[in-house]
């Protein structure tokens, strides 16, 4: 039953990636909104749903190291493995903003969750707890990113907006609606059976949330990055991946932490520093060699540095 659970499970966060791109991008185009604004916000959230599913109910039920892991270990899929697969199949280009705002808004909130997580180092406490308090900080930075987006969106700046096939409202509608039902369902469908399967093979918690948990819960970002990216339409899939990101830190662990603090165990500072460095590796390859583009070289260094980790992480 795992395997039809995480076969089926991936078959409908596709057909919901699909759907959700599709509609989105409609929209997009008959609000007058870029790409961008639209990946940061409403395919961001929507692909965010697994996470803040998953780390809710976890940190309710006193799993910590399951709803951090799944946080920081979908933050650095979607950073390293995402973008990596996406830009080598696409190249990946980004507008200026990208390239000199939302992703040193990516930089500092990964900072922001290291300095949260280290009251052992910092303070010299007797466990690392990601408290109400540091949920509400959190969710105050959340705040600041949403009302930054919205900004974005009345200026309108937008550069190399793609052709867009312009539906109906009705069916974009539709289509954005079954799109994330597709995608929350699809991915409780692939956690619950790669969690049953990783678990048979008694595999720690924390390792379950970095990985399996953290993979599962990122596939929608991952199938609407490569769908946006070939259907041309790159600034969706930066804007998703970085929009997710900071949904991710900010809104998902926020609310976690807020409603019950999180105890840190098997999280370490080399994977909160993983985090940090892959946020910095995606803006020096945007800044350098083709700048305000991501190669396919480039691209396939990342999802090697994510294997890198991964190996690390079950040796």
């Known amino acids: 039953m795992d395997i039809v659970a995480l076969i089926g499970g991936l078959l409908l966060i596709l057909v919901g990636a699909n759907a959700l791109t599709d509609g989105a991008a409609s929209v997009a185009k008959r609000f007058n909104i870029s790409s961008l604004v639209i990946g940061l916000t409403i395919v961001a959230f ?12 976890s940190a309710l039920k006193g799993s910590a190291d399951m709803a951090i892991g799944n946080v920081v270990g979908s933050n650095i899929f979607n950073t390293l493995m995402i973008v990596g697969c996406t830009a080598a199949i696409v190249p990946i280009g980004m507008n200026k903003g990208t390239l000199s705002k939302e992703i040193p808004l990516c930089i500092l909130a990964s900072v922001v969750l290291f300095i949260c997580g280290n009251d052992v180092l910092i303070n010299g406490a007797a ?3 990601i408290s109400s308090s540091d949920g509400m900080l959190l969710l105050c930075f959340f705040a600041i990113f949403l009302g930054y987006t919205f900004a974005i ?26 799109g994330l039902v597709g995608l929350i369902y699809g991915g409780q469908f692939f956690v ?30 991952l199938a609407t990055s490569v769908v946006a990216a070939l259907k041309k339409n790159p600034e969706m899939a930066i804007g998703n991946v970085i929009g997710s990101n900071l949904f991710n830190i900010f809104f998902v662990l926020g609310c976690s ?29 945007g800044l350098f060699i083709r700048k305000r583009t991501i190669t396919r070289i480039e691209g396939i260094v990342m999802v090697l540095c994510y294997i890198a980790y991964t190996a690390y992480l079950i040796a």
């Open 192 to 221: 619950n059976g790669a969690s049953g399967i990783a678990r048979s093979l008694g595999v720690s918690e924390s390792i379950i949330g970095l990985t399996l948990v953290a993979g599962g819960t990122s596939l929608p970002e």
């Open 127 to 129: 466990q690392n707890t």
């Open 257 to 285: 932490a807020t409603i019950s603090p999180l105890n840190m165990q098997g999280i370490t500072n080399i994977d909160l520093g993983v985090l940090i460095g892959s946020c910095v590796l995606l803006y020096l390859f």
């Open 153 to 178: 969106a009345r200026d309108g700046n937008s550069e190399g907006e793609a052709e867009i096939k312009l539906m109906p409202v009705w069916k974009s509608s539709l289509f954005i609606l079954g």
């Open 46 to 57: 929507g692909t965010s749903a697994p996470e803040l599913t998953v780390s809710i109910v």
